[in-house]
């Protein structure tokens, strides 16, 4: 029998090559059960082995190239969790999830403002936003009940980390808290209809994490923040274009070029406040078409 099926095979059968990075197998035969068998044994087997592939690579991707390596200055993976415990449980009303939405998207702005705060050695200003960072930090657990508590956990820490920087005027430290936040909040929203998409927001959280590398004047750090941005901002381009901010994509690819071809610290530094302000009208072309859909 087996021999049968192999001459059937080799006389209605025929694989053309494979092309590199192509999972499908393209096949000419003719009308016949038993090649229809072998055609959907090959396809099961070649689809579970693609499974595994995705799986692998989103494991791979968003662990080195999304979010941010694990070093001192950074929302490490040893704080930011990228479990399925993140995503909202099917019974989240709508209305739920839109108030832990805008708390997320509060706190990530006090921590933002905390950030400049910080650099500008405005620590009186910086223990104010804290404590509505703080109470609004206390709304999002009550409101979140449970939901993804690792990374709740890391936003705790982190704003700890932040109070106790703020306390003794550790510059640098306390830039480096409220940035974490902001990561860690960019996380915790993507489950959720967010404004702006997570993309923007890690823009952002490089942008200032060149401010604080390029004053440490730690080049090799801030060359690889930047291979970081670029994957990034290659992901956030199709929405952008997608919401008809071509403009806004071709200034920021300049941004790009020049980070790319940046060799001293000082670059670095300068082109950050560019980053900055060009992330602020990102945020505006998804802001305003939420202001009209809502």
């Given at each position: 029998?087996?021999?049968?099926?192999?001459?059937?095979?080799?006389?209605?059968?025929?694989e053309?090559p494979l092309?590199?990075?192509?999972?499908?197998?393209?096949?000419?035969?003719?009308?016949?059960?038993?090649i229809?068998?072998?055609r959907?044994?090959?396809?099961?087997?070649?689809?579970?082995m693609f499974?595994?592939?995705?799986?692998?690579?989103?494991?791979?991707?968003?662990?080195?190239?999304?979010?941010?390596v694990?070093?001192?200055?950074a929302?490490?993976?040893?704080?930011?969790?990228?479990?399925?415990?993140?995503?909202?449980?099917?019974g989240?009303?709508?209305?739920k999830?839109?108030?832990?939405?805008?708390?997320?998207?509060?706190?990530?702005?006090?921590?933002?403002?905390?950030?400049?705060?910080?650099?500008?050695?405005?620590?009186?200003?910086?223990?104010?936003?804290?404590?509505?960072l703080?109470?609004?930090?206390?709304?999002?657990?009550?409101?979140a009940?449970?939901?993804a508590?690792?990374?709740?956990?890391?936003?705790?820490?982190?704003s700890?980390?932040?109070e106790?920087?703020?306390?003794?005027k550790?510059?640098?430290?306390?830039?480096?808290?409220?940035?974490?936040?902001?990561?860690?909040t960019?996380?915790?929203?993507?489950?959720?209809?967010?404004?702006?998409?997570?993309?923007?927001m890690?823009?952002?959280?490089?942008?200032r994490?060149?401010?604080?590398?390029?004053?440490?004047?730690?080049?090799?750090?801030?060359?690889?923040?930047?291979?970081?941005m670029?994957l990034?901002w290659?992901?956030?381009?199709?929405?952008?274009?997608?919401?008809g901010?071509?403009?806004?994509?071709?200034?920021?690819?300049?941004?790009?070029?020049?980070?790319?071809?940046?060799?001293?610290?000082?670059?670095?530094?300068?082109?950050a406040i560019?980053?900055?302000?060009?992330?602020d009208?990102?945020?505006?072309?998804?802001t305003?078409?939420?202001?009209?859909?809502?």
């Amino acid at each position: 029998m087996n021999n049968l099926r192999n001459a059937v095979k080799n006389t209605f059968f025929i694989e053309l090559p494979l092309k590199k990075g192509n999972w499908d197998m393209q096949i000419i035969k003719r009308e016949n059960p038993i090649i229809e068998r072998e055609r959907n044994v090959r396809l099961t087997a070649q689809l579970k082995m693609f499974v595994v592939f995705l799986s692998c690579f989103q494991i791979f991707f968003l662990s080195g190239y999304i979010f941010p390596v694990s070093h001192v200055h950074a929302a490490d993976e040893k704080s930011i969790s990228h479990d399925k415990n993140s995503s909202p449980s099917p019974g989240v009303h709508k209305d739920k999830a839109n108030t832990i939405r805008d708390e997320l998207e509060l706190i990530s702005g006090y921590a933002e403002d905390i950030f400049d705060l910080a650099k500008a050695d405005r620590w009186k200003k910086a223990s104010k936003k804290l404590l509505i960072l703080e109470r609004g930090e206390k709304n999002l657990i009550n409101t979140a009940n449970g939901f993804a508590g690792d990374n709740l956990s890391a936003l705790t820490k982190s704003s700890s980390d932040l109070e106790r920087a703020i306390n003794t005027k550790n510059r640098q430290e306390a830039m480096t808290a409220a940035n974490k936040i902001t990561a860690i909040t960019a996380l915790l929203a993507k489950p959720f209809k967010q404004r702006v998409p997570t993309n923007v927001m890690l823009l952002g959280f490089y942008g200032r994490e060149l401010v604080i590398w390029s004053e440490m004047k730690n080049t090799n750090k801030l060359s690889a923040i930047v291979s970081k941005m670029h994957l990034t901002w290659q992901t956030l381009m199709p929405l952008l274009l997608a919401e008809g901010g071509s403009k806004d994509v071709k200034k920021f690819g300049e941004i790009m070029k020049r980070l790319e071809a940046a060799k001293i610290p000082e670059e670095y530094g300068r082109l950050a406040i560019s980053v900055l302000d060009e992330v602020d009208n990102l945020e505006k072309v998804f802001t305003q078409k939420s202001s009209r859909t809502e």
